[in-house]
């Protein structure tokens, strides 16, 4: 007999163990998500005998909200000025104003910066 999960089991939820399995080894897996993704579904799979396609679609939801997690804070384009950035997390309300100066200077002219390019 396969259990059956909802919405409603919070913690217990397939797609919130996904979360956190997702958070937990994303470190160990930095630059290669589809291994991740791939050990999170088998996990789910192995877990709560879930079919293939259903742990993926779990996943994939999963780690939209691990991107939103990592992703929340904003530019605040309206409170920025051409020499001040204002960054601003809506989760916790907290605001930045970086100098864009601070920014050219520890992120675009510094010696270890091999990802960003010129466009």
């Not at 979360?19 to 709560?48: I, W």
């Not at 396609?53 to 994939?60: C, D, I, Q, R, Y």
């Not at 601003?88 to 675009?108: F, S």
């Amino acid at each position: 007999m396969t259990p059956s999960y909802s919405k409603t089991d919070g913690q217990h939820d397939p797609q919130h163990i996904a979360l956190m399995f997702l958070q937990r080894y994303q470190p160990q897996h930095r630059g290669n998500d589809q291994v991740l993704f791939c050990k999170a579904v088998r996990y789910l799979v192995s877990t709560f005998e879930l079919s293939t396609p259903v742990a993926e679609k779990l996943v994939s939801y999963a780690y939209g909200d691990l991107k939103i997690i990592h992703e929340r804070r904003r530019l605040d384009l309206s409170a920025s000025s051409q020499t001040l950035a204002v960054i601003t997390d809506p989760l916790n309300g907290m605001t930045w104003a970086v100098p864009v100066g601070a920014i050219v200077g520890r992120v675009i002219e510094a010696t270890d910066n091999q990802r960003l390019r010129l466009v």
